[in-house]
């Protein structure tokens, strides 16, 4: 059983910066792809990266080129770094776990919010 705990979420200008954690509990972290998702309110929850036990990183068209996901196998996190930040990002972020052998995130944070004012 893995669980996630988010943090780093708050009120930022256009164009600033946030730099979101998530804490994760467990022994085998490693074996896990972990992502980030998100929710608008009035909208479906969209995917917004992930990244492989390798460190290979994957993003949503919306964010590539602004926000970088990182992982420390060693200390159980993954983070995202979120720059140039808009409007339209604002929304309720998650992390999750998604077993390496499975197409499905099992496991879910609680969430953490993030706006962004114009």
């Known amino acids: 059983q893995v669980q996630l705990v988010e943090s780093g979420g708050g009120l930022v200008q256009f164009g600033g910066s946030l730099r979101l954690s998530c804490a994760a509990s467990?022994?085998?972290?490693?074996?896990?792809?972990m992502g980030w998702f998100r929710q608008a309110p009035g909208k479906e929850r969209e995917f917004v990266a992930r990244?492989?036990?390798?460190?290979?990183?994957f993003y949503a068209d919306s964010v590539k080129g602004r926000f970088t996901i990182s992982r420390d196998n060693a200390k159980n996190t993954v983070h995202l770094q979120m720059n140039s930040l808009k409007p339209e990002d604002t929304a309720v972020y998650y992390c999750?776990?998604?077993?390496?052998?499975?197409?499905?995130?099992?496991?879910w944070g609680q969430g953490t919010q993030v706006t962004v004012s114009s």
């Open positions: 467990g022994r085998t972290f490693s074996r896990y792809t």
């Open positions: 990244i492989r036990w390798s460190g290979e990183a």
């Open positions: 999750a776990a998604r077993p390496i052998a499975s197409n499905e995130y099992a496991h």
